[in-house]
């Protein structure tokens, strides 16, 4: 809608349809104007007090930006066990869940684990810290890695490719687009016998392969995807977590 300081009928008309509805953050990204503008444009349109008040943003406006459909009630409810600052706020006798989002980009930076940015469209909340777009990169590599039920056609392109007896998981992975822990489970839920071949676990890891697993958990990479920067198995990425570390952060990130 460009920089114009003059607004047309028709944009006085969606601003005043989104005010309320949608953070003002999103509505000055719709119009590619400054927050300021909006605000500005707002009050001189006498459409009243925003909810959000420009750095708060509902709950439900949050999961939103961040790609997030279906039911929200298991996040809600988890995501306060990990200090996510929410709080309620009532407009007229109406109680509503809200974040202010410089207290949100606090706490995802220390929770990335907990996150997914795949869908999450950029500056959908406004200008972002800079480990954003790496996250969102890392997620994007992630979501490659199907979680949906499986089909029987990829079940006997599993037994197929286990019965050839010449791949290990992070080949079958890379074939069937599903990660390591889910070919475990599977192999383990079809009370299978065959296994994919054993990987060579008794070469040492190297300090360069250490500092690039660290690094790329650090900035939010799932082990999965770290597989494909190190010649290791995801699996074996995991283990690595498991031994080296003890706080929450990695034992969340090797359960991914």
Not at 107 to 115: E, M, S, T
């Amino acid at each position: 809608m460009g920089r114009n300081p003059n607004w047309t009928a028709a944009e006085k008309e969606t601003l005043e349809e989104m005010w309320g509805k949608s953070s003002i953050p999103y509505i000055a990204k719709t119009f590619n104007k400054s927050i300021d503008a909006i605000k500005l444009k707002a009050g001189r349109m006498n459409l009243g007090p925003h909810l959000q008040g420009g750095k708060e943003i509902t709950f439900m406006e949050l999961m939103r930006a961040l790609g997030r459909t279906g039911s929200f009630g298991y996040i809600k409810n988890s995501w306060p066990e990990h200090e996510f600052p929410m709080r309620y706020k009532k407009v007229n006798q109406c109680k509503f869940a809200v974040v202010d989002i410089d207290d949100f980009w606090k706490w995802a930076k220390k929770h990335k684990w907990l996150l997914d940015f795949s869908r999450f469209e950029t500056n959908a909340l406004g200008k972002e810290p800079g480990w954003v777009p790496i996250k969102r990169r890392a997620d994007i590599m992630a979501a490659k890695y199907k979680t949906s039920p499986w089909t029987k056609t990829e079940d006997d392109h599993l037994i197929s490719l286990l019965n050839a007896y010449k791949y290990g998981y992070r080949e079958i992975s890379i074939k069937l687009y599903r990660t390591e822990g889910a070919i475990k489970r599977r192999i383990g839920d079809l009370g299978l016998k065959q296994r994919p071949i054993k990987a060579d676990n008794h070469t040492p890891w190297t300090m360069e392969e250490i500092e690039i697993v660290f690094k790329l958990v650090e900035d939010g990479y799932k082990p999965q995807v770290i597989a494909e920067y190190v010649n290791r198995s995801a699996l074996a990425i995991r283990g690595l977590l498991e031994r080296t570390f003890e706080n929450e952060v990695y034992k969340m990130v090797v359960k991914c």
